[in-house]
Every structure is written in structure tokens, then in C-alpha cells.
């Protein structure tokens, strides 16, 4: 069946696990339950000596001496599920042949064993390396230094000329926070991307298979045999350490003046919360025992990483029990609240960052910092009354514009709003607003131009892709993150807590 044409608008349909192909630096054979060789890629013959089209038909062990497949079969057990690939570093798959890694995991019914020479002229220990460098990502004082040392560190480990951080928001776009290069210099640090630039079932994979390596953005890789007949799908490379790359990427990254790449995933409560993404100059290739490593590095950061969200968010709810206890005592004063809780604004930044504030309570309005004009206040307001009385959540909004008419006059001070209903009949509210996202980027002698333009035009470079961010977040404020929203549930809990101890004070007061 052939697959609809893949272009830029398509991307995210595009079948990246089942291009048929691998990578030059692996071969590929697929076994059948009786470990017949039912597919290998053509490569064979230069990794392994023996033709790839003839192995098709015979038992593996035509291809793998007697003592390796022993091996093999024994460390079997552990491949119980499809995302568990079983490990072997420095195999010696024939006599003839020096060490190999492989790797072997269950793709639907058929068995992958996928081959890497090992070509290692000094043994290594890889794990003496990582080590001390494990070590080393303790969460010290903020979390740019903590990434900032796991880029340095990763790049150490790696080889690789260039090491980024790259953290998704919660609309899928990402942004470079730390970056560690071989030349010193900055080129990306900062620098928002669209979320297209890594599609959808790109990120799905990488949530399951955690390194991706892509050894040489000139090489197209080697056909998988045989082509699949009528009816008959490629083979699903989802978890294959050698699947080779879409040409759209490889095209991506070549536009970028890069020659080889590699990503790690940064895992957080199960999710996909980032990527190292790192980068060199020409063609690197590293082995499957150094990758290893490198994705237990991956994981320690990803553990830190959580370490260090855990603490913040407990100081946030210290935090915000103590603007709780001044709350409460001045309510026993019998205060007026807003101003008091205006007064608030700067002791919440930390926990929700936000440029103005306003009170929408028992009709009058009270602001602080940048808001929107009165009459734009009501009516966002009148636009939420409704839905938000009944569930009583709070709203974040992106951009106002989507809600408001005008909004475009303000949106440069007031793009977006964090919104709290504070009352039960849904009239009264605290309101936070965000200006507009900063969109400006200064790319002066950057030399990620385009360094030729491919079928696909100058749309696969980052400056063009930056554009693309940029267009989509005009009239925009920055993503409300996931750990504003928090702080804003339980800063609404603690107001209705106020607002019924007003109440009862008042109804004290009138007997
Ligand atoms: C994959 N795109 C990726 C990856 C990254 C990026 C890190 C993971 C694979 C890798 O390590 O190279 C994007 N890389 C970036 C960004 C920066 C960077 C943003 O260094 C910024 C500094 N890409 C596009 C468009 C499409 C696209 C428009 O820009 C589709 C039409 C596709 N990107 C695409 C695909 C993959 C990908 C298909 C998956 C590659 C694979 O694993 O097979």
C-alpha cells in the first residue's frame, strides 16, 4: 500500500517506525519464531561478510556461531515485553570477527537483533566515566545551573561538539535553557521552537525508547529485504536502536550545517518533559555501550529533575500558607480585603508570575500593575460567569484575543490571564495577567542560515522555524506552566477559605 506523501503540512502522519530501512552503522535481522532469518537489511554483507538477500530463508545460525546465540538465548528472559531490548556489549558474534553490541527486542511477532561493530582500537570503561559525572548533578542552587552542568557533563560523556537542553511547554513548542559547546560559544540558548519541529509520534517515541542517535545525516541507510508485497506493511521499528531516519529531519538538520545528532529524553511523571539534543560537526558515531551509559545519565537527571520540582513545590505551599495566616489575621481586623490582597502581588510572582492583577469583587474592580481597561475586565468576566460557576476551576487563558473583541489594543501589556472564581454564584474573581510572550530573537551572524535549500525550501531551519513559533504567539502571553496552575488551585482554595470567614465576621458583627 503506498503511504500518502509526506510534506510539511503532513508531518505529523508521516510513519517514522516503519521506513524500511537502518542506519549504516547496524545491521538488522528479523527472526521467526523458529529463528529463521525472515528479513535482514542489505547491509549485511559489509558489517557481517555474509549477503543479505541469500541469509533470507536460513536459520541464524548460518550467520551467528553456536557460542553467541547461546548467549543470546540465555539473556532472553528479560526480553518479556517489546519495549525491554536485551543488551549485549562486546559480543563475539563469529571468530572470525572482532567484539559486536547488539541489541535484541521483540517487534510483533518477529524477533530484531540488530548488530554494531564495536571497532574499539583502547578498551574503555565507560561506566568509570559516568561515574564521577553522575556525581556531579546534585541540584545546587537554581535549576538553569543544574541543566546548564548536565549539558556540560553530557557533552564529556558523549563527544558530541554541541549539548542543548531542550524543555517542552505545555502547547508542545520547546525552548533551548541550557547549552554547552565544544567552540564556547551561544547559539540557541533561549531560542523558542514550534512543537511541528518535532512531531507528534516523534515525541511518542521518544517516550518509549529513550536514545536516539543519528550517526550521519549524509547517509540514507540500508534497504530492509525483502520489500514488503501487497498488503504487507514494513517492519515497525519503534524500538530498533538502528532505525533509520525521515528524510524531512535528516533535511532539518542538514540545513542546520549538522552532521550527526543525538537526543535523549528527559522523562518526568511518565511524560516527555524535554530533550538533550546534541549535535556535531560531521558524521559521530558512538557505541551501543557508551549510549548506554549515556541514558543513565538520562535518567539520574530525570530523577534530580523531580527531586528539584518537589521542592518547589513544597516551598510554594509554605509559601502560600503564610499568605494565608496574613490573610486571616487581617480579616479578623475586619479589613477591607483588596487592598491587602493587592498588596499580595509580589509576594505571589514566585508562584505565579504575572505583570498585573485585578479584583473583581462584589462588583467594584481594584487593579494593580498592567491590566486590561475596566470594561474589558467585566466582560471577561461575563464570558466566564456561566461554565465557571458550575465547575469552579481555574481558567488559564492563552490569549485574550480568542475571547475578547479589541483585545489586540492591550495585548502588548495584557495577552493573557490566569483566572480564579472566588465565589459560588461565579461573580466574584482574582485575576492574573501575563504581557506578551517576548518574540525577539537576535540571530546577528548566526550561521544556522540555511547552508543549501532542500526540496522542502528554507521552512527546515531553525531561524525559519522560529518564525513560525513567532507568528503563532502573537497576542500570546507565555504558557501558563503546569506548576502556575497549581499554585493558582490551591491560592483559590485559600481565598474561599477567606471569603467565608468575611462572611461569617459580618454576620457577627450584624447580630
Ligand atoms: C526529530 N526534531 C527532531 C529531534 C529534534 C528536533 C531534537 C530529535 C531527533 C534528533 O536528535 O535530531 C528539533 N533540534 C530540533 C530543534 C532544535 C534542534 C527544534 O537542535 C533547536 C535547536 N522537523 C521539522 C518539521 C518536520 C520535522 C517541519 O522542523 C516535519 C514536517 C520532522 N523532526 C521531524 C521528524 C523527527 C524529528 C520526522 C523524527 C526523527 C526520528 O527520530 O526519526
Redesign the pocket.
Known amino acids: 500500500m503506498a503511504e500518502p506523501k509526506v510534506d510539511?503540512t503532513n508531518?505529523d502522519r508521516?510513519p517514522?517506525h516503519r521506513l524500511g530501512r537502518v542506519q549504516s552503522y547496524g545491521a538488522l535481522l528479523a527472526l521467526g519464531p523458529d529463528w529463521t532469518v525472515l528479513n535482514a537489511s542489505a547491509n549485511l554483507d559489509s558489517i557481517l561478510g555474509s549477503d543479505a538477500a541469500s541469509a533470507i530463508g536460513q536459520p541464524v545460525s548460518t550467520l551467528i556461531d553456536a557460542e553467541a546465540l547461546k548467549r543470546i538465548r540465555s539473556s532472553m528472559g528479560a526480553v518479556e515485553s517489546s519495549d525491554n531490548a536485551v543488551r549485549l556489549f562486546g559480543l563475539k558474534v563469529r571468530e572470525a570477527l572482532g567484539p559486536f553490541d547488539v541489541s535484541i527486542h521483540q517487534s510483533g511477532r518477529r524477533l530484531l537483533v540488530e548488530l554494531e561493530p564495536k571497532g574499539r582500537a583502547v578498551e574503555v570503561d565507560v561506566m568509570a566515566e559516568v561515574h564521577p559525572l553522575i556525581r556531579r548533578i546534585r541540584f545546587r542552587d537554581s535549576f538553569e545551573s543544574l541543566a546548564a552542568d548536565a549539558a556540560r557533563s553530557l557533552r564529556a560523556l558523549s563527544h558530541f561538539d554541541s549539548v542543548?537542553v531542550?524543555r517542552f511547554e505545555r502547547d508542545g513548542s520547546?525552548k533551548?535553557i541550557a547549552e554547552d559547546r565544544a567552540d564556547g560559544k551561544r547559539r540557541?540558548l533561549g531560542?523558542h521552537?514550534p512543537a511541528?519541529?518535532?512531531?507528534v509520534q516523534?515525541r511518542a517515541?521518544?517516550k518509549r525508547s529513550l536514545l536516539?542517535l543519528?550517526a550521519d545525516v549524509s547517509d540514507t541507510g540500508a534497504r530492509i529485504l525483502p520489500e514488503p508485497g501487497p498488503g504487507e506493511e514494513e517492519l515497525d521499528l519503534s524500538m530498533a536502536v538502528t532505525?533509520a531516519?525521515?528524510p524531512?529531519?535528516l533535511e532539518?538538520?542538514s540545513n542546520?550545517g549538522v552532521g550527526a545528532?543525538?537526543?535523549v529524553s528527559i522523562m518526568k511523571d511518565g511524560e516527555l518533559w524535554g530533550?538533550f539534543?546534541c549535535?556535531h560537526d560531521g558524521p559521530h558515531y558512538i557505541d551501543y555501550e557508551r549510549r548506554t551509559a549515556v541514558e543513565m545519565f538520562g535518567h539520574l537527571f530525570s530523577y534530580e529533575l523531580g527531586r528539584y520540582e518537589e521542592s518547589v513545590r513544597r516551598k510554594a505551599s509554605e509559601d502560600t500558607s503564610r499568605l494565608q495566616n496574613r490573610l486571616m489575621s487581617q480579616v479578623v481586623d475586619g479589613q477591607d480585603l483588596s487592598g491587602p490582597l493587592l498588596a499580595m502581588s509580589d509576594g505571589i510572582q514566585g508562584l505565579i508570575p504575572h505583570d498585573g492583577m485585578a479584583l473583581l469583587w462584589a462588583g467594584k474592580i481594584a487593579t494593580r500593575g498592567d491590566t486590561p481597561p475596566e470594561g474589558a475586565i467585566r466582560a471577561l468576566a461575563d464570558t466566564l460567569a456561566a461554565p465557571v460557576g458550575e465547575t469552579g476551576d481555574v481558567v488559564a487563558i492563552g490569549s485574550l484575543a480568542s475571547r475578547l473583541e479589541g483585545a489586540s489594543d492591550y495585548a502588548k501589556t495584557s495577552a493573557g490571564a490566569l483566572i480564579l472564581p472566588v465565589s459560588r454564584g461565579g461573580s466574584d474573581f482574582v485575576m492574573f495577567f501575563r504581557r506578551e510572550i517576548e518574540a525577539v530573537m537576535d540571530w546577528a551572524g548566526d550561521p544556522s542560515k540555511p547552508v543549501k535549500v532542500g526540496p522542502n525550501g528554507i521552512?527546515?531551519t531553525?531561524r525559519q522555524?522560529f518564525e513560525v513559533w513567532r507568528e503563532m504567539v502573537v497576542g500570546h502571553c507565555a504558557p501558563w506552566s503546569d506548576y502556575a496552575l497549581h499554585a493558582a488551585g490551591t491560592f483559590r482554595t485559600l481565598l474561599l477559605e477567606v471569603v467565608l470567614k468575611v462572611a461569617e465576621a459580618q454576620t457577627l458583627e450584624r447580630k
Open positions: 510539511l508531518c508521516e517514522i542543548m531542550y520547546g533551548v540557541y531560542q521552537f511541528s519541529d518535532i512531531p516523534a517515541l521518544y536516539r543519528i532505525r531516519v525521515s524531512i529531519h532539518y538538520l542546520m545528532s543525538m537526543s530533550l539534543a549535535h521552512r527546515l531553525p522555524s
